[in-house]
T-cell receptor, first 114, second 110 residues
Framework: NAGVTQTPKFQVLKTGQSMTLQCAQDMNHEYMSWYRQDPGMGLRLIHYSVGAGITDQGEVPNGYNVSRSTTEDFPLRLLSAAPSQTSVYFC?????????????FGPGTRLTVT | GQSLEQPSEVTAVEGAIVQINCTYQTSGFYGLSWYQQHDGGAPTFLSYNALDGLEETGRFSSFLSRSDSYGYLLLQELQMKDSASYFCAVGRRAGNMLTFGGGTRLMVKP
């Protein structure tokens, strides 16, 4: 199993550009989520999905869109990049039941917006 | 709202024991998780407490008191490789929809 994979690893955008961060998992997990981590801080939940076709907002959803057309993939779209979106973005997945507590994180995408 | 408080930095020597505390104020509490993150890496799961008490996994233990909204991570027999950031996180569904604390940077010295 590859686990959770993210592409790209690094990205530089200009203000106003849009792009999609890719996330995929091969563990058949129902739950997937996107977090951002600013330097020296904890992770903040952007959006999450409890299954294909179902998404919802987290703590900091503004400026981001998500979709979940398959169990495996959960892309994050930046609509119009702003310098405040400079951050490290992590995708995570887990089973969505009361007996599973562990979230598996991807390696992250380091995004700089100039 | 949700808030979690943990110390920003802890220093300890190799072979020692260190405790990292976490206090929280949240709605919809399902349990307290702990994650480890090395510089430049992704968070990795360490432990989860849904009920009061101590959970032990090798050199690491985690404790929860729901009545006090308090938990801690205990690391024993510290090794240099334990130098990392440690995050407590509250789950608003069973184990997911996590709200993270700001993290505690642990430095282990020889």
């Amino acid at each position: 199993n590859a686990g959770v994979t993210q592409t790209p690893k690094f990205q530089v955008l200009k203000t106003g550009q849009s792009m999609t961060l890719q996330c995929a998992q091969d563990m058949n997990h129902e739950y997937m989520s996107w977090y951002r981590q600013d330097p020296g801080m904890g992770l903040r939940l952007i959006h999450y999905s409890v299954g294909a076709g179902i998404t919802d907002q987290g703590e900091v959803p503004n400026g981001y869109n998500v979709s979940r057309s398959t169990t495996e993939d959960f892309p994050l779209r930046l609509l119009s990049a702003a310098p405040s979106q400079t951050s490290v973005y992590f995708c995570a997945s887990s089973y969505d039941d009361s007996s599973s507590y562990e979230q598996y994180f991807g390696p992250g995408t380091r995004l700089t917006v100039t | 709202g949700q808030s979690l408080e943990q110390p920003s930095e802890v220093t300890a020597v190799e072979g020692a024991i260190v405790q990292i505390n976490c206090t929280y104020q949240t709605s919809g509490f399902y349990g307290l998780s702990w994650y480890q993150q090395h510089d430049g890496g992704a968070p990795t799961f360490l432990s989860y407490n849904a009920l009061d008490g101590l959970e032990e996994t090798g050199r690491f233990s985690s404790f929860l008191s729901r009545s006090d909204s308090y938990g801690y991570l205990l690391l024993q027999e510290l090794q240099m490789k334990d130098s990392a950031s440690y995050f407590c996180a509250v789950g608003r569904r069973a184990g997911n929809m996590l709200t993270f604390g700001g993290g505690t940077r642990l430095m282990v010295k020889p």
